[in-house]
């Protein structure tokens, strides 16, 4: 009898696990045991995107499993199922093996992931004092010795993206000839620790960088006026930011795929999470799960909608 009561109980919770997560319309989920299989990049933006979709997947009663690999490097492993779906894509910097993949149906696209982002070559605005014209694109390549180092001299010095990034950038450069020579950062914490760097020293400093990020509400800077001709030859165009995933998931985990395609994260909030995790050093895992907890007004309508069937 105790036994009986304490397993009624135990349905009783999981129902009402299920209405507080549909908005009381009761869903069948996990539609399968199976993981689902989360990408983590190397850029934080990302992570913080997949920690905060895959916990939520999580608290609807899924299994959730996170894997470290590179965004190029993981197309083949999307289009075959080991790897469920990419949280955030940035389309002009996937070469041209993602599109080719999207392009037979290999990989389908879930749609935007609501940042609104841009891309482009940085500089600190302190460096103005140095060039005066910036950010105009004559006058900048007209101040090149002042970016010059005692490697790169005569040329001024590019910081370019990490290598496993492409080189979109560091290809305008050296097709176009212009007096830089490429150097890659290493990580995403080099290309902020040379901008904090410059910042304090009041040195010249041009590198790839991109919006949302943290590092640029506390630090005041431009972005060089590249023309539109280079702009589009090159792919530095603004970006469409969007998630990607193996078609099979469509109808493995039907909600979760509605509830991935719905799922949204705003400037506002990716820039509030990089900064607790690259600045103040919080757990991605802690600042994403409290993120949730103080904001389900946000995130909890999406999963209504997945379990209602939109």
């Not at 470290?68 to 955030?88: K, Q």
């Not at 757990?283 to 309508?301: C, F, I, K, R, S």
Request: net charge negative; charged share 20%; aromatic share 10%.
């Amino acid at each position: 009898m105790g036994y009986v009561r304490r397993l009624t109980l135990s349905v009783l919770a999981c129902a009402l696990v299920l209405l507080t997560l549909s908005g009381g319309a009761l869903a069948d989920v996990p539609e399968s045991e199976d993981p689902i299989i989360i990408p983590m990049n190397n850029w934080t933006g990302q992570t913080i995107n997949a920690a905060l979709a895959g916990q939520i997947l999580e608290r609807m009663g899924y299994n959730v499993e996170y894997v470290a690999i590179g965004a190029i490097a993981m197309a083949p492993a999307v289009a075959d199922g080991e790897i469920t779906y990419a949280p955030e894509l940035w389309d002009n910097n996937l070469g041209e093996f993602w599109p080719s993949l999207i392009e037979k149906g290999e990989i389908i696209d879930l749609g935007e992931v609501g940042i609104d982002a841009r891309e482009g070559w940085l500089y600190p605005k302190h460096v103005e004092e140095l060039c005066p014209g910036l950010p105009d694109w004559d006058a900048f390549l007209g101040c090149s010795e002042i970016f010059a180092t005692a490697e790169t001299i005569p040329n001024g010095r590019y910081l370019d993206y990490p290598a496993e990034w492409l080189s979109r950038g560091g290809d305008l450069v050296r097709e176009e000839g212009l007096p830089f020579d490429v150097v890659p950062a290493g990580s995403e914490g080099a290309l902020v620790a040379e901008l904090k760097s410059s910042i304090e020293r009041k040195s010249p400093l041009v590198m790839m960088f991109w919006a949302p990020h943290w590092a640029l509400f506390d630090n005041d800077h431009d972005w060089v006026a590249i023309p539109d001709d280079l702009v589009n030859k090159y792919s530095l165009q603004k970006p469409r930011v969007f998630k990607a995933g193996w078609p099979g998931m469509v109808d493995k985990w039907p909600v979760a795929s509605r509830f991935i395609m719905n799922f949204t994260v705003d400037n506002a909030t990716q820039e509030e999470l990089m900064g607790k995790v690259d600045n103040d050093g919080v757990d991605l895992m802690e600042a994403t799960g409290a993120w949730l907890d103080n904001n389900p007004d946000v995130w909890q309508p999406m999963v209504d909608q997945a379990m209602a069937g939109s």
